[in-house]
Nanobody, 126 residues
Framework: QVQLVESGGGLVQAGGSLRLSCAAS????????MAWFRQAPGKEREFVAA????????HDADSVKGRFTISRDNAKTTVYLQMNSLKPEDTAVYYC???????????????????WGQGTPVTVSS
C-alpha cells in the first residue's frame, strides 16, 4: 500500500510559479511510476506529467510542455511538480498518482494508477 499526500497548492497570479510536492509512504517508492493529474471545475480529470522509477524518463502533456517539470527524490520518497509561467487555465485540483511498475508505458491513463492522493487546489488569477 502507498499513501500519497500532496501539498504546495494555492493562489498565484498569472505568470507566477508554484511547486507542488507529493509525499509517499509505504515501501518500494523507488519502483513506482509517479504522475500528476488535474481536474478543473466542470471538467474531467486530465494527465499532466509522469516520471519513471529512476527519474530518467518523463512525459508531459502538450498543454504544459516547457512550463511544468516533474521530478522525484527517491531518498525522500517525494515527487515534485514545478509549475512556471502559470496561466488561468491551469486552475484545477492537482492530484498525485502512483503505480507499482518499472515499465514506463500508458502513463497518461488514469486507470493505470492504483494509488491517488487527495489533491491540492491551484488557482491562477488573471
Amino acid at each position: 500500500q502507498v499513501q500519497l499526500v500532496e501539498s504546495g497548492g494555492g493562489l498565484v497570479q498569472a505568470g507566477g510559479s508554484l511547486r507542488l510536492s507529493c509525499a509517499a509512504s509505504g515501501r518500494s517508492f523507488s519502483t513506482y511510476v509517479m504522475a500528476w493529474f488535474r481536474q478543473a471545475p466542470g471538467k474531467e480529470r486530465e494527465f499532466v506529467a509522469a516520471i519513471n522509477w529512476s527519474g530518467s524518463s518523463t512525459h508531459d502533456a502538450d498543454s504544459v510542455k516547457g512550463r511544468f517539470t516533474i521530478s522525484r527524490d527517491n531518498a525522500k520518497t517525494t515527487v515534485y511538480l514545478q509549475m512556471n509561467s502559470l496561466k488561468p487555465e491551469d486552475t484545477a485540483v492537482y492530484y498525485c498518482a502512483a503505480r507499482a511498475s518499472v515499465v514506463f508505458g500508458s502513463v497518461t491513463h488514469e486507470s493505470a494508477y492504483a494509488y491517488w492522493g487527495q489533491g491540492t487546489p491551484v488557482t491562477v488569477s488573471s
